[in-house]
């Protein structure tokens, strides 16, 4: 199965639930993140697969290997890294390994570094994550306008959770 294959049976859902051949999907993206990174292509290749492997790792679609949470949290911080920047959305699943501790010794602050990179890259969840750590003072200084500044970009993007804090906190 190719990378594509595997990202397409990803992709596939019914009634809210995964559908697609799990298994040989994860397979495939555990190979392709394994692989030699010689070449550009086979580095994004890679970069994709190390994303997709913390993914079903993380959200128990395969089965745990022995120090799960470090290993979710190496993949996630690596492809958050990559400098082709080609998923935010891992920025924001390291970030909660930071903020949790989850696989990593908990760093609040760092974790807000995270985050501000993906809602830079579009990323409402990461908007709402800034905006409300700004908010309350978590790893940073509380900075109301900047929470303002977040929330609002979140809301915008239609992300409920930071319509009914802005609505609530009176932003």
């Known amino acids: 199965m ?4 595997a ?8 009634y809210g639930k995964l559908t697609g051949d799990v298994k040989t999907a994860y397979e495939c993206f555990e190979t392709y993140a394994d692989l030699d990174k010689t070449n550009i292509t086979t580095r994004s290749n890679q970069i994709k697969a190390k994303y997709y492997k913390a993914f079903y790792i ?5 089965k745990s290997p022995p120090n799960k949470d470090k290993i979710v949290a190496e993949l996630f911080k690596e492809v958050a890294d990559d400098e082709a920047d080609e998923l935010p959305d891992a920025k924001v699943r390291y970030g909660d390994c930071l903020y949790d501790g989850k696989g990593v ?5 760092e974790a807000l570094k995270y985050f501000e990179k993906a809602a830079e890259d579009g990323h409402k969840v990461a908007m709402y ?5 700004y908010y309350n003072g978590i790893g940073c200084t509380k900075d109301i306008e ?3 500044y977040y929330m609002k970009l979140a809301a915008y993007s239609d992300y409920e959770p930071a319509i009914t804090f802005y ?3 009176n932003l």
């Open 7 to 14: 990202a397409k049976q990803h992709k596939m859902y019914k």
């Open 58 to 62: 993380s959200g128990g679609l395969v």
């Open 146 to 148: 900047k929470a303002k």
């Open 105 to 109: 010794e908990k760093n609040v602050s």
């Open 167 to 169: 609505k609530t906190h």
């Open 2 to 5: 190719t990378l594509a294959d």
């Open 129 to 133: 994550n800034v905006g409300n750590m």
